[in-house]
Structures are given as structure tokens and as C-alpha cells.
């Protein structure tokens, strides 16, 4: 099983439509959780951290749920914008290990 | 700050050649990470270090793999002799000292990427 996975996708929306991504991680000792952004030929950039509270950044939502291991980032009002690639990603969790485990990603097309 | 500055941007090269990317992290991040990305298997873990010294090197494929950080604002990731299926993006990345519960202590900033065709 991978350590963090995602569904690839693609998911065609139109503009103005709300949809949600999932990804599931395998390690329970995980305790660092992020959404990253990659456009085409682009370096990954951070999108979001992911807070055991949930939280919320404009347009974007993100929901964490420690005890299904099981993450989430809602995108409301979608824009042509955001298409992109979208990574969930997920710290080891072993003490004094710093690496980031990245999905493969669920990529994410909004048409006008 | 002008981020995590890669070089070279794209290198196409012949099979059994010797490759070398370079980093510059951003100043005053301890944390310094390799990762490849392709599309059968998306982004990986190669190796980091803290404070040059390398922490976590399991990721590396095998011994024609090396890394080094001589200091604290450069790294290399030497391929010696390249193959065809070392063909990939290579992301350097950095992240500041972490603190204890620090969310933003994990968080990586990204290079623009190297990308490697080997032929």
C-alpha cells in the first residue's frame, strides 16, 4: 500500500462549480498534513496546511480526519485558474525525521 | 530572498555520461531535500540533509546515485554513468529549522527543477 495516495483524475468542472479531493495515508503516526499546487512543468508550491480543526483559505477547504486517515480539500466557486495539479502531503511522523511523503497528485481541469 | 535556485534547467545527455544538478537553498534553511519526479511514480523522496550533513538517504536508487553539501548554501546530485530511465525532473527543496509543532517548520520550498533526458 502507498504511504499517501490520491485519485489521479482528472476532474473536469465547469467554472463556478465546488469539488472536493481525498487522499488517504497509511502512517498513524503522521502528524503533518499539507495540500501542495502543481501547475504543468511547474515546481510544487504550498497550497495549505491542514489543521486537525480544519481550516479554510478564501475559496479553499481543507478537513483532516486522524482516526480514517483521511484527508480532504474542498474548492468552491472553481476558477479557470485553478486548474492544476493538487498533491496531499503528509510529514513521516518518526521522531526527528523532517520528509514530506508527496501523493502522486489528482489533477484538476476547469472549463469555461 | 530569490528562492531555491537550481541549475542546469534542462540537460539532455547520452547514456553512460556523468551528471551533475546544483542547488542553492534559501538562506538560513537547515533542511535541505532531493526529490524526482515521474509520471509512473510521481514525486520521491532521494535524500536530505541538516545543516550538510546527510540525514536520510534511503531514497537513493542505487550507487551511480551521490550527493553532497559541502556548505551551507550549495548541494550537488551526481549520476555516474547516466541511464535512460534516470530521465526525470529533479526538485531541490529547503525548509527552515523546524521548531517543535511548527506546521510551517515542515514546509518545503521548491527549485524550479532540473530536467534530465538521458538518451
Known amino acids: 500500500r502507498k504511504e499517501v495516495e490520491q485519485d489521479p483524475g482528472p476532474f473536469n468542472v465547469p467554472e463556478g462549480a465546488t469539488v472536493a479531493f481525498n487522499c488517504t495515508y497509511s502512517?498513524?503516526?503522521?502528524?503533518?498534513f499539507f495540500w501542495y499546487r502543481q501547475d504543468c512543468r511547474k515546481e510544487p508550491k504550498l497550497l495549505m496546511s491542514v489543521y486537525s480543526s480544519g481550516n479554510e483559505d478564501g475559496r479553499f477547504t481543507a478537513q483532516l480526519n486522524r482516526a480514517s486517515q483521511y484527508i480532504s480539500l474542498l474548492i468552491r466557486d472553481s476558477k479557470l485558474s485553478d486548474s492544476a495539479t493538487y498533491l496531499c502531503?503528509?510529514?513521516?511522523?518518526?521522531?526527528?525525521?523532517?520528509?514530506?511523503?508527496f501523493g502522486s497528485g489528482t489533477r484538476l481541469q476547469v472549463q469555461p | 530572498d530569490a528562492g531555491v535556485i537550481q541549475s542546469p534547467r534542462h540537460e539532455v545527455t547520452e547514456m553512460g555520461q556523468e551528471v551533475t544538478l546544483r542547488c542553492k537553498p534559501i538562506s538560513g534553511h537547515d533542511y535541505l531535500f532531493w526529490y524526482r519526479q515521474t509520471m509512473m511514480r510521481g514525486l520521491e523522496l532521494l535524500i536530505y540533509f541538516n545543516n550538510n550533513v546527510p540525514i536520510d538517504d534511503s531514497g537513493m536508487p542505487e550507487d551511480r546515485f551521490s550527493a553532497k553539501m559541502p556548505n551551507a548554501s550549495f548541494s550537488t546530485l551526481k549520476i555516474q554513468p547516466s541511464e535512460p530511465r534516470d530521465s526525470a525532473v529533479y526538485f531541490c527543496a529547503s525548509s527552515p529549522i523546524p521548531g517543535t509543532a511548527h506546521h510551517g517548520a515542515n514546509v518545503l520550498t521548491f527549485g524550479a527543477g532540473s530536467r534530465l533526458t538521458v538518451l
Open positions: 502512517n498513524s503516526a503522521s502528524q503533518s
Open positions: 502531503v503528509v510529514n513521516a511522523g518518526d521522531t526527528g525525521r523532517r520528509a514530506l511523503t
